[in-house]
């Protein structure tokens, strides 16, 4: 079974800065894409950063050049940083690989207050 667990969510101010973390297990990450994956209140969840086997990303247009992702192959960690941080960034976020495993963790909640 593989088990995807994110940490680092929690209450920012408009502006302000947050770093997620995910382990993602080696039968998940390993020469995989892995992605962070965003889910609004009352929407559907959409991918918002990608980092290839490789180590490029990608981001989806409403968080590029704020938001930056990692990854520790070494660790099995994935990471999220995220700047400037607006309320439209409010969600539940989660990793997961890219295409996404059928399973997923619980997420981390992230609430950005204006």
């Known amino acids: 079974q593989v088990l995807l667990v994110e940490s680092g969510g929690g209450l920012a101010q408009a502006g302000g800065s947050l770093r997620l973390s995910c382990v993602a297990p080696r039968n998940i990450s390993s020469g995989n894409a892995l992605g962070w994956y965003r889910q609004g209140p009352g929407k559907q969840r959409d991918l918002v950063a990608t980092i290839t086997s490789g180590g490029s990303t990608s981001y989806t247009d409403s968080v590029q050049g704020r938001f930056s992702m990692s990854r520790d192959k070494n660790s099995y960690m994935v990471y999220l940083q995220m700047n400037s941080l607006k309320p439209e960034d409010t969600g539940v976020y989660y990793c997961?690989?890219?295409?996404?495993?059928?399973?997923w963790g619980q997420g981390t909640q992230v609430t950005v207050s204006s």
């Open positions: 997961n690989s890219k295409p996404p495993y059928s399973s």
